[in-house]
């Protein structure tokens, strides 16, 4: 790979396009999840390797839930002159 960043040369590129024609071929074995340790499907790798922690957009979305029902609560209890 190329230690640009996500950027590929064109024989990096044209290499990892063969390498995915043959996995989705069958001739080369599918590439393995480093988390779970199973195969992934060669016809969608990007969309698994691509998706984000669900640990991270549990907190995030407990983080916002609990933030709005402070606010809720707040705007309920509050004093009003």
Not at 1 to 24: N, P, W, Y
Not at 65 to 77: A, C, G, H, Q, W
């Amino acid at each position: 790979m190329s230690t640009k960043g996500t950027k590929l040369t064109r024989e990096e590129f044209k290499q990892k396009q063969e390498i995915e024609a043959a996995r989705k071929a069958g001739t080369v074995p599918a590439e393995v999840d480093f988390v779970t340790g199973k195969e992934i499907n060669p016809h969608i790798p990007q969309y698994i390797l691509q998706a984000p922690c669900t640990l991270f957009i549990l907190l995030f979305y407990f983080y916002f839930l609990f933030y709005f029902i402070l606010i809720i609560l707040f705007k309920k209890f509050s004093i009003k002159k």
